[in-house]
C-alpha cells in the first residue's frame, strides 16, 4: 500500500505561481511512476504531468512550459511547479502513484487539492 498527502493548493491570480506536493508514505524509489492529474468540475480526469522512477517525464500539451514535475527522493516526495497560471488550471489536483508488478499494476490516488486561478 502506498499512501500519498497533498498540499500546496490554493487561489491565485492569473499569472501567478503555485508549487504542489506529494508526499508519499514509502520510498519513491519503489515506485515506478509518479504524476499529478487534475478534474475540474463537469470534465473527466486527465494527466497534467508524470515521470518515471528513471526520470522521463511527459506532460499535457497544455501545461508544457509552465508547469514542471520534479521529486526529492530522500524526502520520498513530488512536486509541481506551475507558473503562469491561467483560469483553465481551476481543478482539484490529484497526485498518482503506479507499481507495476508481473502484468498487473497497482495505481494509488491522493485525496486531491483545490486549485483555484482568478481571472
Known amino acids: 500500500q502506498v499512501q500519498l498527502v497533498e498540499s500546496g493548493g490554493g487561489l491565485v491570480q492569473a499569472g501567478g505561481s503555485l508549487r504542489l506536493s506529494c508526499a508519499a508514505s514509502?520510498?519513491?524509489?519503489?515506485?515506478?511512476?509518479m504524476g499529478w492529474y487534475r478534474q475540474a468540475p463537469g470534465k473527466q480526469r486527465e494527466l497534467v504531468a508524470a515521470?518515471?522512477?528513471?526520470?522521463?517525464?511527459n506532460y499535457a500539451d497544455s501545461v508544457k512550459g509552465r508547469f514542471t514535475i520534479s521529486r526529492d527522493n530522500f524526502k520520498n516526495t513530488v512536486y509541481l511547479q506551475m507558473n503562469s497560471l491561467k483560469p483553465e488550471d481551476t481543478a482539484v489536483y490529484y497526485c498518482?502513484?503506479?507499481?507495476?508488478?508481473?502484468?498487473?499494476?497497482?495505481?494509488?490516488w491522493g485525496q486531491g487539492t483545490q486549485v483555484t486561478v482568478s481571472s
Open positions: 498518482n502513484a503506479k507499481k507495476y508488478y508481473g502484468l498487473g499494476l497497482d495505481d494509488y
Open positions: 514509502t520510498s519513491i524509489f519503489s515506485i515506478n511512476a
Open positions: 515521470m518515471t522512477s528513471g526520470s522521463s517525464t
